[in-house]
């Protein structure tokens, strides 16, 4: 099961994520994984991030205005 300090590696040395990515990678729950980032909001060390422009990938199966990411903003 995954952990903060997991994730907090993984953040770090990803620095920007998409919450259904979080989700995939680690085989959880998207709720699950909202909740753990949560932590990381309050502390400073995450903040969502605003996309913009497109994924990059044509297979059109998802509503770019509903992917979620988060940056790692603490060094």
């Given at each position: 099961m995954l952990n903060l300090s997991g994730l907090k590696k993984y953040l770090k040395d990803h620095r920007v994520v998409t919450l259904n990515g979080l989700a995939r990678t680690f085989n959880e729950e998207p709720q699950f994984i909202q909740s753990?980032?949560?932590?990381?909001?309050r502390k400073g060390c995450l903040r969502n991030r605003p996309m913009s422009g497109k994924c990059?990938?044509?297979c059109?199966?998802?509503q770019f205005s509903d992917i979620v990411a988060y940056e790692w903003v603490e060094s």
């Open positions: 753990l980032l949560e932590h990381f909001i990059g990938i044509t059109n199966k998802c």
